[in-house]
């Protein structure tokens, strides 16, 4: 989501005739986006500062801002701490922004969220489809940061996407935080709402666009009805990220997750029977508070169960403000936590060793998303990550053979190529 925000500041600022610098030296502006969903993530947004704090005493009318979740309603610490920052600027609230460097938000053809669309940077991009969340998961700060959902329309959301594929856009990713809910809030009645299959039909009819994508997945709001267009559409990849977060029910009724492991299990179920070769990663906490060994072992024990792809994996960060850090101690060590971590990750590594190991010598239909120190990457429909040493076209599917297998990625050649090596 931060990422989709940047590009549409970027987008917005190319329209009012501003250049991207290579360097901070060159610049008029810079604008730090900040994510505040762990203190790391805190941490790394103050190390950027302390450098930006250096440019701007060398160069006092260098504009500085900050935007994004770090920026609560209240901004008077901030300004304390930071004094050198012109501006802070909540999540998706370019108005402030806008003002420091003197445009004028006319100039971006009416309302800046829905008319300004950045070109992509390659052949995936990012759309979002539903803002904020409802869900006010105990631990977590993002309800408060980015507000109550809400829904883009579908017609504007396929304008956008047509014109993404128009400059080079193959897939898109239609990203919230529960992506399910998408549409919940569109119109008076649920009923006559279009939820995400909806959606993803409009945009299957659009010639150029390869492939959909979606995130993040919340088990409550996975209807059969939006599984089994995903299952049905051959554009709508079956990759699903859906967050568990623990394995303790109990746990999972302290922080408020709204579903129990039963009905995770019975998600997980329907999703699987639906379509076999689905990829499924999930996100786990670790030391949440009051977390027991019995409650940890429910974790590693459900990790077992349902064999993810991934684990993406975080040790408790308590956020002031959010329900948690209101009504419960941090009461695990930072060592306990770092433990328990590792011992996901050891467990998380094998699984996805041992999934990975099952798709040596299978071909894969890979699009193509880019290059570095000439090795090409894309990724498989159930969202694996190849590597592919011979030089292909970016932004094409190509049928890969998959020659090796790690843990995280995949290695493998074209078929075009082997075939052209054996004769
Ligand atoms: N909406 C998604 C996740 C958004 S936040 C969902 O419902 O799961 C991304 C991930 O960050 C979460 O899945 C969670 O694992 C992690 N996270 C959020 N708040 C956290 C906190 N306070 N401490 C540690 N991890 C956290
Ligand atoms: Fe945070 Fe829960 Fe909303 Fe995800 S569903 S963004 S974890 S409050």
Redesign the pocket.
Known sequence: MNIADSEKLAAGFTRLGLNETKTMDDATIVVINTCS??QHAEDRAYSQLGRVRLQKEKRPDLKVAVMGCMVGPKTGDLKRRFPFVDTFARPQDFEPIIELIEGDENDLGGEFWPTTWSIPNGPTAYVPVVHG?D?F?T????PYRRGRERSRPVNEIVREVNWLTNNGAREVTLLG??VEAFGRDLNDSSEDSPDLGDLMRELSDLPELKRIRFL?S?PKHMTERILKAVADLPKVMECFSL?I?SGSDRILSEMR?GYELKEFREKINLVRSLMPDAGIST???VGYPGETEKDFQDSLDVLGEFRFDKV?I??????PG?I?ARTTTDDITAEEKSERLQRVEALSEQIGREKNEALLGSTQPVLIEGSRDDQFYGRTCSGKLVHIDVPVRIGEIVDVVIEHTGSYSLRGQPVDTLEALTI
Do not use: L
Not at 314 to 319: D, H, L, M, Q
């Open positions: 969903i762990r969340c869900k998961c631990y977590c700060i993002v935080q529960t993040t919340y967050p977060q997750r996100d786990i906490i993406h975080a040790a408790y960060s308590e956020r959010t948690a």
